[in-house]
């Protein structure tokens, strides 16, 4: 509910919103100009989320996604398509169904895969967002976040979780196979959809978890069709690499970017076991947070505030 009375009345709230969006907008122009942002000086990618994501793509599209899961073959593939770099992404962390979204993207030029995949998941985001909100200040105060402008400074796929876990719990209520739809395609994103299963088992929601399972299975096969089942097969090789590198037992590892109980730990010097004692706690103590609220009387509003505070808490792989 929006406040309608002094420092965050509706009418001061858009004007505070749009004011800061509009400071955001300046930003980005002035750092596109520099040659800064998506394009350097001499019209070649800017190496960011996005260059790693376009890069893996277009190889997709060419039937090479099994070997995106090999970590040499990867750096490899972003150099030929992005250019030599001091730095390339070593793991292709999504699973193959992560394609069928965003491999439309990958026949564009990528300024324009860039700017496209930023608008149109933003529009999404703000469309879930103001359909459950259903207040026009909810716009202003969703541009004006920073994490709004950070994600579209990378052209991250933050918007993209929004949209899916958001257009979940609001159809939830009236049309329960439709919001399964939204959490099977959310399976492009599993460290997010953890406590999913807690809720809807909490809420004997079985059409919505009937739902959600032919859904995943519908989008499995449909990478295995586009893709091959090669996808599949190189998948945990590739998650493997990706706790690697994300939670090792190097006491240097930058961990300020692991926005997770663990990585909070291992910033504070706590060993790699005490990381994982702690994050279980917090995540099963999550998790049982989510079942009882579920399983209450509690108003709906609470309830898909609960689950969605809660998917990010409880996940170990967050970074920022």
């Known amino acids: ?23 955001y907008v300046l930003f980005l122009v002035s750092v596109y100009r520099a040659g ?43 150099a030929a398509v ?5 730095y390339f992404y070593p793991n292709w962390p999504y699973p193959p169904t992560f394609f069928l979204i965003f491999a439309p993207f990958a026949v564009l030029h990528y300024s324009q895969a860039f700017l496209a995949w930023d608008v149109l998941t933003l529009l999404a985001g703000l469309v879930v967002v103001c359909s459950i909100a259903q207040h026009p200040a909810v716009i202003a105060v969703f541009l004006a976040s920073p994490f709004t402008f950070w994600n579209f400074l990378a052209a991250h796929n933050g918007f993209l979780t929004v949209s899916l876990l958001g257009g979940s719990l609001l159809f939830l209520e009236r049309r329960p196979l439709l919001a399964g739809v939204f959490i099977g395609c959310l399976t492009c994103k599993p460290q997010f959809g953890v406590l999913v299963p807690v809720a809807l088992l909490a809420a004997r929601e079985w059409r919505t978890i009937v739902s959600a399972a032919i859904t995943a299975a519908l989008l499995s096969g449909a990478a295995v069709a586009a893709f091959g089942a090669g996808a599949w097969t190189g998948l945990p090789r590739g998650f493997v690499a990706q706790a690697r590198l994300n939670f090792p037992a190097d006491p240097a590892s930058n961990w300020g970017y692991l926005q997770t109980t663990y990585g909070l730990i291992r910033l504070l010097h706590g060993s790699a076991a005490l990381a994982w004692l702690g994050q279980a706690v917090v995540t099963s ?11 209450s009387n509690a108003r709906y509003p609470l309830k898909a ?11 170990p792989y967050a970074f920022a």
């Open 285 to 295: 103590t999550i998790a049982v947070v989510v079942w009882l609220v579920w399983r």
């Open 1 to 23: 509910m929006v406040a309608t009375s002094g420092l965050f009345r509706a009418s001061r709230l858009q004007l505070y919103g749009y004011t800061v969006a509009a400071i």
């Open 305 to 315: 505030a609960t689950l969605s505070a809660g998917a990010v808490i409880a996940s």
């Open 82 to 86: 992005i250019g030599p770099g001091e």
């Open 36 to 78: 800064t942002w998506i394009l350097d000086t001499k019209g070649a990618p800017i190496y960011t989320d996005f260059a790693c994501a376009w890069a893996a793509a277009l190889q997709a599209i060419h039937g090479q996604v099994a070997l995106l899961y090999d970590p040499a073959k990867f750096v490899e593939m972003q």
